[in-house]
């Protein structure tokens, strides 16, 4: 008796569409995303069982770590406008380059006098720079001018009050994050959020 011949068929598939939806969602994801800004003051936040969700607008974040204190608060224009107040403040002339500039930084560290220099130095280079710290001594107190400018920027721009925020490093020394607190209080900042790393419950 004759044997029946099954015929073959193609076990091969086609992966065009597939394809085609993966470089599309790649495609979307790509274009729809912000680059993370790179941190001015790494700090390693201490560990928290509760988290707050902080503001998304209106909010400037004091970073500690080091023995140095940086500033940066959220929104372009805010930046530029809170800059232009420390301009005038310091008699110093920022140009239009150095404002646009300021406003992609998300936290600076350097001292006002030496802030055109470092606003016009290549990308590159200053990503590398070592920043000092904003001073906070009696007889050079800007870490009180930035707040102070900021909290005027964010109300003539938006009519509306700054928040602020702490962000130290769990290793830094209390006096540091005192002198801070005790700046915010002088201006009658009272309420301000605490930057916390999540712990977990049973540690």
């Given at each position: 008796?004759?044997?029946?011949?099954?015929?073959?068929?193609?076990?091969?598939?086609?992966?065009?569409?597939?394809?085609?939806?993966?470089?599309?969602l790649l495609t979307f994801f790509v274009?729809t995303s912000t680059a993370k800004l790179?941190?001015?003051?790494?700090?390693?936040?201490?560990?928290?069982?509760?988290?707050?969700?902080?503001?998304?607008?209106?909010?400037?974040?004091?970073?500690?770590?080091?023995?140095?204190?940086?500033?940066?608060?959220?929104?372009?224009?805010?930046?530029?406008?809170?800059?232009?107040?420390?301009?005038?403040?310091?008699?110093?002339?920022?140009?239009?380059?150095?404002?646009?500039?300021?406003?992609?930084?998300?936290?600076?560290?350097?001292?006002?006098?030496?802030?055109?220099?470092?606003?016009?130095?290549?990308?590159?280079?200053?990503?590398?720079?070592?920043?000092?710290?904003?001073?906070?001594?009696?007889?050079?107190?800007?870490?009180?001018?930035?707040?102070?400018?900021?909290?005027?920027?964010?109300?003539?721009?938006?009519?509306?009050?700054?928040?602020?925020?702490?962000?130290?490093?769990?290793?830094?020394?209390?006096p540091t994050i005192k002198k801070v607190?005790?700046?915010?209080?002088?201006?009658?900042?009272?309420?301000?959020?605490?930057?916390?790393?999540?712990?977990?419950?049973?540690?």
């Open positions: 008796m004759a044997k029946v011949k099954m015929s073959k068929k193609s076990m091969r598939v086609d992966m065009t569409a597939m394809c085609d939806v993966s470089f599309l274009l790179p941190e001015a003051l790494p700090v390693d936040t201490p560990a928290s069982t509760v988290q707050t969700k902080l503001p998304e607008t209106n909010l400037a974040t004091l970073t500690i770590g080091e023995h140095k204190v940086f500033f940066g608060v959220l929104g372009k224009e805010n930046r530029k406008e809170t800059l232009s107040q420390m301009g005038q403040k310091y008699n110093i002339d920022f140009t239009e380059k150095e404002k646009e500039e300021f406003s992609n930084l998300e936290g600076i560290g350097t001292p006002i006098t030496a802030l055109k220099q470092f606003l016009n130095l290549p990308h590159d280079v200053r990503n590398k720079a070592v920043q000092v710290g904003i001073p906070t001594d009696s007889l050079d107190n800007q870490l009180k001018d930035w707040v102070q400018s900021a909290r005027v920027a964010v109300r003539d721009l938006d009519n509306k009050v700054l928040d602020v925020a702490i962000k130290g490093d769990a290793k830094e020394e209390y607190i005790d700046i915010l209080q002088d201006q009658k900042v009272n309420r301000f959020f605490l930057v916390t790393g999540l712990r977990n419950e049973d540690f």
